[in-house]
C-alpha cells in the first residue's frame, strides 16, 4: 500500500516540484494550500499580499498544478489563527520595540501544527513542505541538518521542530540547489516553472510600517545617544529596527539605531561600533533533542538571523527557559525579537528569540569581525 504524503502547496517552485518528486517516487499524494489572510478588496484590506505565498493567486497556481499532476487539492481556511497567532503577533512585536520573524512563527503554529493535524485526519503518514533542509534518522532520533547549498537554505526558519514532528515531515529539497529545482519543474512541465520567488513577508504588499499605523497609531518621540542627549524626534518606535541608518535624520557623522527602548518611547542611536556585542540573553530556549539542554555551557555556532554567517558561541542556560550566549568574537546589530538558531556543523541543535543585549563592545575598542 502506498504511503499517503500532503504537500503544502504555496503555488511556487519549491513546493510544486516538492509534489511532483514524490508522487514520481510512488507516494499516494494530496496537495493542501492554506488560506490564510483576507482577499475581500484592496480598499478594505490594501497591505495584504494577492501573488505571494498562499495568496489567492498562489492558491490558483497551486490548484493549476495539482491539475497537471493529477492528485486531489484542498483548500483549508486558517485565517482566523493566522490573523491571531502570526500577525496580531507581528503587531505586537513591532508595537514593543522588537523585530519578530512571523515566518518562524507560521512554521511552529500553522504549518507544522494545524496543518500537521489536518494531514493525519486525512489519513496521510507524512506531511511535506518546500523547504531547503533536510531531515535524516540517526542512531534513533532525528536530526535537522542544512540544505545542501548554503545560498537560500532554511534550516533556520524550522529549530522549532521537535523529534515527533519530524518523524512525519517530509522534506525533498534539502540536497537540491534552486536552480536544479526550477530545471526540475520544467522537466514535469509545471505551470509554474518559470514563476519568480518571493522574499518579502508574505502578508504585507508594500512598506510594512505602513501596515503598522494602519493597525495602531505611531507615537512620535525622542532620538538620543547613548548617554541619552536628545537628537531629534522619530515617528513611532514600530518603524525602526536595531540597525537601521536611514530615516533618524543627520546629526554630522553616521549614526545607527543601537538600542529601542518602548518604555520610554524612545529610539537609541549611536556610531557602527556600537551595534557590536559580545553576550546576550536569549528566552523561549527550544531544542530539537531534549539531550542538548545541558546545565552547563554549550559549545556552538550561533546565527542571529538569517542572513548572518554564524559565530562561535557558547550557551549557558538561566532557568526560566532563557540562556545566556556569549561569543567568541563580537556580532553585529544582534536584534531583540529574532531568532538565534544554534549549530553543531551542519546540524540544527535549536535555539530561542534574542530577549536583550546583555554586553555591548566598548565603541573604543577596534572590531576585527563586522559581521
Known sequence: MRKRVVVAMSGGVDS??????????????IGISMYLYP??????????RRNRCCSLQGIDDARSVALKLKIP??????????QERVIDHFCREYKGGRTPNPCILC?????????????????????ATGHYARIEKNSGRYLLKKGMEENGEQSYFLYILTQERMAQILMVLGGYAKEEVRKLARKFSLPVAEKKASQEICFIDGDYRKFLSSRFPPVPGEIVDVNGNVLGR??????????????????????????????LNRIVVGSEQELFSEELVANDLHFISPEEKVEGGLDVVAKIRYSHAGEKAVVSPIGDGKAVVRFRKPVRSATPGQAIVFYDGDVVLGGGTIEKIAKQVNPNDKIQNPN
Do not use: M
Open 16 to 29: 510544486s516540484t516538492t509534489a511532483a518528486i514524490l508522487k514520481e517516487e510512488g507516494y499516494d499524494v
Open 107 to 127: 512554521n511552529r503554529e500553522i504549518k507544522f501544527k494545524l496543518l500537521l493535524e489536518k494531514a493525519k485526519a486525512l489519513g496521510a503518514q507524512y506531511l
Open 73 to 82: 487539492f484542498y483548500v483549508i481556511n486558517f485565517q482566523k489563527e493566522f
Open 234 to 263: 522619530h515617528d513611532g518606535v514600530a518603524s525602526y529596527t536595531v540597525g537601521q541608518r536611514r530615516g533618524i535624520g543627520a546629526y554630522g557623522k553616521p549614526f545607527y539605531v543601537v538600542s529601542i527602548d518602548p518604555e
Open 39 to 48: 482577499f475581500c478588496g484592496e480598499t478594505l484590506y490594501p497591505f495584504f
